[in-house]
């Protein structure tokens, strides 16, 4: 398995940018201030997002074949 320099920035630009949006709506949730069941609800839509991008970017890094294709 080779791996680029190009295709490792990729990847690390990739997270930071997830990571980023995941920040952002994590803060948006709690500063909204959303009673309890939908404050449940709605940080873990945003925690499965988030591990679902992340396993496909890094299965896409790793040479194995994405599930989504967000090209």
């Excluded at 920035?9 to 997270?15: D, P």
């Excluded at 995941?22 to 309890?36: D, K, Q, R, S």
């Excluded at 591990?51 to 989504?68: D, E, K, R, Y």
Aim: aromatic letters at 12%; proline letters at 4%.
């Amino acid at each position: 398995m080779d791996v680029s320099i190009g295709s490792l920035l990729n990847v690390v630009v990739w997270l930071c940018v997830i990571g980023g949006i995941a920040w952002l709506l994590w803060w948006l949730v709690g500063f909204v201030g959303l009673p309890e069941p939908f404050n449940k609800i709605a940080r873990g839509i945003i925690a499965v997002v988030c591990v679902i991008i992340l396993i496909n970017v890094l299965l896409g890094f790793a040479g194995q074949t994405p599930f989504i294709r967000l090209r």
